[in-house]
């Protein structure tokens, strides 16, 4: 969260990008995190929270959808790197998200496209407006693919052991903030 103040504040530090960091990171890495991230180029994990080589381990798809390849990369940077922490990052504005709104209304969507919005239905509150009906579905996907990787067997029994925290934030593009979604 301070490289993300960083980051909002125009005082980035850039850290662990110098050919010393460089050239130790030959020899293996040591990420303090795992982020789960939209594939939208507008947040790479990096530099929204201001860090740097072998800092975090990135695994993004658009929309947050958890698949085999995803979820494989998440449990790889816990199991086999030994990464204390996940952050599942949502963000406003998901075309993601958006597109699976008006899909679970009957809408067209490609193949590809709809892979995702069928993942992210579960998300979507039909109670609500067009409008705020996509905010609260990028806020509720987010909670459900944390509880979707808090309940997978091997990453449960880090959480168990207190060796894993699984967090979900959420990216605000206009203020630049990462909050915490509870």
Known sequence: MAGNRRWRTFHESHPDRTGNVRRALVGGQ???????????SRLPPE???????GDLLTARSAG???DEAVLGSIAYGVLELGVPLIVV?????CGAVAAAVPAEAGGALQAHIRYLAERIRSAIDHGLE??????AA???NVRQVRARLTAEPDLAARIADGWLDIVSAH???TSQLVRKVP
């Not at 530099?47 to 080589?53: A, P, S, T, V």
């Open 171 to 173: 990216y605000e593009l």
């Open 47 to 53: 530099l929204i929270f201001d860090q740097g080589l």
């Open 138 to 140: 990028v806020t509720e």
């Open 89 to 93: 990052l949502g963000h406003q504005g």
């Open 30 to 40: 040591h990420p303090f995190a795992v982020v789960l991230g939209c594939a939208d």
């Open 64 to 66: 947050e959808v958890l």
């Open 130 to 135: 067009a409008k705020a009906r996509i905010g």
